[in-house]
């Protein structure tokens, strides 16, 4: 009878990843904001997941999340919600189109980039000084806490020259 408790509390935590919100899926193991974000745009775009091995075609997600999903997370019947508004760093009107060269941009600069908040910024900066330039964008995924998920929401803003 015990172990049928501990199952049922343990299923009860479980989280079906079709009918959670960007903050439900945000406290799932190794998710975290970005990667909750790019799940729920993933699910916008293409709908509902059957199973968890699905989620490896979301940008930032890999076999590691996915596989510490398994037995936390499901595949379910659940309504897909909307997508909340996201708040975004104030952009000057001068700027709001610009390119930011992640080689020679200061930390003002790169708060321009979606998602970009000024501890990440001084961290890009820091790793640019002892590292040496960026080759391309996608290079910043060196940097912990930076994943293809955040490169991918820069766009063609960012650019490495």
Request: charged content about 20%; some cysteine.
């Amino acid at each position: 009878m015990g172990w049928l408790l501990l199952m049922a509390v343990g299923w009860a935590q479980a989280i079906d990843v079709n009918g959670a919100t960007v903050e439900g899926l945000d406290r799932m193991p190794g998710v975290g904001a970005v990667k909750a974000r790019s799940l729920a745009e993933w699910r916008a775009a293409h709908g509902r997941c059957t199973e968890l091995d699905e989620l490896l075609l979301v940008p930032g997600f890999g076999p590691g999340t996915v596989r510490g999903l398994s037995g936390r997370a499901w595949c379910g019947s659940g309504e897909v919600p909307p997508l909340p508004e996201v708040a975004v760093h104030p952009v000057p009107p001068t700027y709001s189109l610009a390119t930011v060269d992640i080689n020679r941009a200061g930390r003002e600069e790169l708060l321009l980039l979606p998602g970009m908040t000024d501890a990440r910024a001084a961290r890009l900066v820091a790793d640019r000084e002892r590292e040496g330039d960026y080759a391309t964008c996608r290079d910043v995924t060196r940097i912990v806490g930076f994943g293809p998920a955040t490169v991918a929401a820069w766009g063609e803003r960012c650019v490495a020259r």
